[in-house]
């Protein structure tokens, strides 16, 4: 078990350097000069060359890409992260300020999909080929298939601006309202939330499915278990092997998401300080953005092969 786990901490690593120059080159080779982004924002029209020189020094612009890459993945390392260009913040400390915004956007997407795709999924399975199953089929499949950003303007439509149920925008603390924190987040996580869900539905309907039709469970019912007993005690558990590698990749998909979604409610996140920056060419903000994401979703599948240990007894044979 700890070779594999080493195998797949030394894979995950490689994977990392090659997303870091991915990532680094990206940010090189988007259209305009930041420098010179930054002194039209600020209505200083054409600069002197000594101006903008010394601005390309200071945010070390200057040097050669392989001395800039370095001393990007140096300082990243110790916690540095660089100075926005547009705003002149530290990176680190823009960072931190939206890191807890996103982090209660995935927590309350990711109880969305857990909440209804395994609910879901769960009842299709034991429900086979009845009308409540090609129901929750065609609800996965219109789950995995709806654009984020058509149904969230559907929702915005249906819920604020005919019903008024929910606000249409707009993010408000957790501190200074609870209530007012719940409604602002109810939709943008519902919509995250439903990306990953219908794939979690399918892929625990099928995975249930094949268990059920074990010899094993058959044994169990012969033993007189209930239908409940034998799900909970015996299905369920092999069930998860496969599903557990969704629920990975799903964490992209939820990722990928909120890039669209905080910018669509204007929620003050991570993903819509990473699309301003965007919009600004700032890459050091650009750069760190892209680099937490995949440390994230690496780091996400890792634990996805730690939960495989657990699951399936095989993995530590293997290993």
Known sequence: MKSYLLKRLLYSLLTLWLV??????????????????VLMASHMGIADNNLIEGLRAKFGIDQPLPIQYLV?????????FG???????????????????????????????????????????????SFLDHLLTVGAVLGLSIPVFWEGIVLIYLLSVMTHILPPSGYVPFTESITGNLL????????????????????????????????????????????????????????MIPVTTVAGLTF????????????????????RMGVNAIFANDFPVIQATL?????????????????????????????
């Open 252 to 271: 992209g998909y939820v990722t990928a998401g909120s890039f669209i979604v905080e910018y669509m409610f204007a929620i003050p996140g991570l993903g």
């Open 72 to 80: 990007w993945v140096k300082n990243f390392i110790i916690g540095d």
């Open 20 to 37: 870091s120059l991915f990532i680094f080159a990206i940010a090189r080779i988007l259209p305009g000069d930041p420098v010179q982004g």
């Open 184 to 239: 602002a987040m109810a939709m943008p996580t519902f919509i995250m939330g439903t990306q990953g869900a219908g794939l979690i539905a399918r892929y625990v309907r099928s995975s249930l499915l094949s268990v059920l039709g074990q010899d094993f469970i058959r044994t169990a019912y012969a033993k007189g278990l209930s239908e409940r007993q034998v799900l909970i005690r015996h299905a369920l558990k092999p069930a």
């Open 83 to 129: 100075v926005s260009i547009a705003s002149g913040e530290k990176v680190f400390e823009m960072f931190m300020k939206r890191l807890p915004v996103t982090l209660e956007l995935f927590m309350g997407s990711a109880i969305w999909s857990m909440l209804i795709g395994f609910s879901c999924g769960i009842i299709s399975a034991v429900r086979r080929n």
């Open 291 to 319: 680099f937490i994401v995949a440390i994230n979703i690496l780091a996400v599948n890792f634990l996805v092969d730690v939960l495989y240990g657990y699951l399936d007894p095989r993995v530590k044979v293997r290993s």
